[in-house]
């Protein structure tokens, strides 16, 4: 599944390092759904996710604990990042989220791996 996270007002929030932070973080939630983070990147302002999960595991329920967990631990192992929080929140409320079943999973990973990752 590919999966897409706004920051909240589309605010310029991550650089390079959130950017690896974030992937450690996704990888783990991910870990813990029985799922398989394929590929992360993201620009300043959003991120990209490929995600393999078991059809037992409701996407909603993966998706709120990927931006609740996130969210905190960023802020905890980033203060300075807290600031450009949106009123202490970090994620849209929305997500974007396609099934990837017709499409070879090495596009879509590329893609993925063509997003403008910040310095």
């Known amino acids: ?22 992937r450690a973080i996704f990888a783990r939630v991910c870990t ?3 799922a398989a983070l394929i590929e992360m990147d993201g620009e300043d302002d ?17 998706v709120n604990s990927l931006k609740g967990v996130s969210s ?3 802020r905890k192992e980033r ?3 807290q ?4 009123k202490g929140v970090l994620w849209s409320p929305s997500y974007f989220a396609a099934s990837c079943g017709g499409a070879p999973i090495s ?11 910040p310095a």
């Open 107 to 117: 596009i879509v990973r590329q893609y993925i791996e063509q997003q403008q990752t």
């Open 72 to 74: 905190r631990l960023l």
């Open 83 to 86: 600031s450009r929080y949106f």
């Open 32 to 34: 813990d759904f029985d």
């Open 46 to 62: 959003h991120v990209h996710l490929l995600v393999e999960y078991p059809p037992k595991i409701a996407v909603s329920s993966l």
């Open 1 to 22: 599944m590919h999966l897409v996270f706004v920051a909240k007002y589309r605010r310029n929030v991550f650089d390079g390092d959130a950017i690896e932070r974030l």
């Open 79 to 81: 203060p300075d990042i």
